[in-house]
Nanobody, 120 residues
């Protein structure tokens, strides 16, 4: 069984910074893409940023230049550094991972979500 555990959310003033972390643990053979999604009240969940196992990353237009995604493959961990935060970044942030377990079964996992609130 594989699970994702997130940390690092919280309350911050506009212009501030936060770093989110997400670690996968369990029966893992490999992890392909890892990413962060967010969902604000009344809105659909959408991609914030994602990074492949070889380090190729993609970002939502709304966070380009402010957010940086990175990963430590040895630790099965993905990070999201968020700078210059805006009130519109307020949302629940979810970690996502495309995992292959030791039985060669591939599936997509979601973390439990972590709240990020940016005050104006």
């Amino acid at each position: 069984q594989v699970r994702l555990v997130e940390s690092g959310g919280g309350l911050v003033q506009a212009g501030g910074s936060l770093r989110l972390s997400c670690t996968a643990s369990g029966s893992i053979r490999s992890i392909n893409t890892m990413g962060w999604y967010r969902q604000a009240p009344g809105k659909q969940r959408g991609l914030v940023a994602a990074v492949t196992s070889n380090g190729s990353s993609t970002y939502a237009d709304s966070v380009k230049g402010r957010f940086t995604i990175s990963r430590d493959n040895a630790k099965n961990t993905v990070y999201l550094r968020m700078n210059s935060l805006k009130p519109e970044d307020t949302a629940v942030y979810y970690c996502n991972a495309d995992v292959v377990n030791h039985f060669a079964v591939r599936y997509v996992l979601w973390g439990q979500g972590t709240q990020v609130t940016v005050s104006s």
